[in-house]
């Protein structure tokens, strides 16, 4: 058995699960889907329970509150029972092939395997979030201009690059990867649980890997617009775990003082340009 079970979490993303879900049930492979709500105040949960009533594959949970992307990825994961696991993104426009084909990669490498794709923009622009390196926050300090220059230079040469990190917008991986590191960490909210999770498939073995032949359309930011400051503070609360979680044992008392003032002063910025568009 080699089906798909898709994940995609919501919240406030009526202007895309329509499309998003109709693509997701003509996709190759996918004999699950699974939409896990969060919270969502617009009409976003009348869309789905439609999708629902006219394809037996997607089923919904709706949580009353929400308790942040990384606990609605495992409770749809849990909620499945497919071989592979997708998490894709209720703004990403997946093409009929794009499971199937990232699938047929996985079967090409020996072990385990966590694969992304190239990620595009409504404009053709290739994402650089989709290849990106693991932060080292000690180094950022002395060069705080390395926080954004993460991305890796894309290698069109390799139909599959490894990379340290791919972008949360769609994931693929075995289902047994997936329960054998625990799913994601749902003590991130929102942001920073994609880096942690190819963290961990890294430390257990697998391969990370974004197939530069699979290009998708991404349209960024639809559950974050209304919010920009709930998803600024959990974005930079997110980065701090990472560091406390993966980085700070190796590194001294005034370097994590540092990192941590580093963090929380960039969202005192962001912050601020955040105020003063509003303004």
Same mark, same amino acid.
Request: one cysteine or more.
């Given at each position: 058995?080699? $089906?798909?079970?898709?994940?995609?979490?919501?919240?406030?993303?009526?202007?895309?699960?329509?499309?998003?879900?109709?693509?997701?049930?003509?996709?190759?492979? %996918?004999?699950?889907?699974?939409?896990?709500?969060?919270?969502?105040?617009?009409?976003?949960?009348?869309?789905?329970?439609?999708?629902? =009533?006219?394809?037996?594959?997607?089923?919904?949970?709706?949580?009353?509150?929400?308790?942040?992307?990384?606990?609605?990825?495992?409770? $749809?994961?849990?909620?499945?029972?497919?071989?592979?696991?997708?998490?894709?993104?209720?703004?990403?426009?997946?093409?009929?092939?794009?499971?199937?084909?990232?699938?047929?990669?996985?079967?090409?490498?020996?072990?385990?395997?966590?694969?992304?794709?190239?990620?595009?923009?409504?404009?053709?622009?290739?994402?650089?979030?989709?290849?990106?390196?693991?932060?080292?926050?000690?180094?950022?300090?002395?060069?705080?201009?390395?926080?954004?220059?993460?991305? %890796?230079?894309?290698?069109?040469?390799?139909?599959?690059?490894?990379?340290?990190?791919?972008?949360?917008? =769609?994931?693929?991986?075995?289902?047994?990867?997936?329960?054998?590191?625990? $799913?994601?960490?749902?003590?991130?909210?929102?942001?920073?649980?994609?880096?942690?999770?190819?963290?961990?498939?890294?430390?257990? $073995?697998?391969? %990370?890997?974004?197939?530069?032949?699979?290009?998708?359309?991404?349209?960024?930011?639809?559950?974050?617009?209304?919010?920009?400051?709930?998803?600024?503070?959990?974005?930079?609360?997110?980065?701090?775990?990472?560091?406390?979680?993966?980085?700070?044992?190796?590194?001294?008392?005034?370097?994590?003082?540092?990192?941590?003032?580093?963090?929380?002063?960039?969202?005192?910025?962001?912050?601020?340009?955040?105020?003063?568009?509003?303004?």
């Amino acid at each position: 058995m080699s $089906g798909i079970a898709a994940v995609v979490v919501t919240h406030e993303s009526a202007s895309s699960i329509d499309d998003c879900l109709m693509r997701l049930r003509v996709a190759h492979g %996918v004999h699950e889907i699974r939409v896990v709500d969060n919270a969502s105040a617009d009409d976003t949960m009348e869309i789905v329970q439609r999708h629902a =009533l006219q394809d037996a594959r997607v089923r919904f949970i709706a949580n009353p509150d929400n308790p942040g992307f990384a606990v609605g990825c495992n409770q $749809g994961a849990r909620d499945t029972q497919a071989p592979w696991l997708a998490f894709v993104n209720p703004d990403l426009m997946v093409e009929a092939d794009t499971l199937s084909r990232l699938r047929a990669h996985a079967f090409g490498v020996a072990g385990n395997v966590l694969l992304g794709v190239d990620l595009v923009d409504e404009e053709g622009a290739r994402d650089a979030a989709a290849r990106r390196r693991e932060p080292v926050f000690a180094a950022m300090l002395h060069a705080p201009g390395a926080a954004s220059k993460l991305g %890796v230079p894309i290698d069109d040469s390799l139909a599959l690059q490894p990379v340290d990190v791919i972008s949360g917008a =769609l994931m693929l991986l075995s289902r047994a990867l997936f329960d054998g590191i625990g $799913g994601f960490d749902e003590k991130y909210r929102l942001h920073a649980e994609d880096m942690d999770l190819c963290r961990r498939a890294r430390d257990a $073995g697998a391969l %990370v890997v974004v197939a530069n032949d699979i290009r998708v359309l991404h349209i960024r930011g639809v559950s974050s617009r209304a919010r920009p400051v709930f998803v600024e503070w959990h974005k930079h609360r997110g980065l701090w775990r990472y560091f406390r979680k993966f980085e700070a044992a190796q590194r001294g008392v005034l370097t994590q003082l540092g990192v941590f003032g580093a963090i929380w002063l960039h969202f005192g910025a962001v912050l601020a340009r955040v105020v003063l568009r509003r303004a």
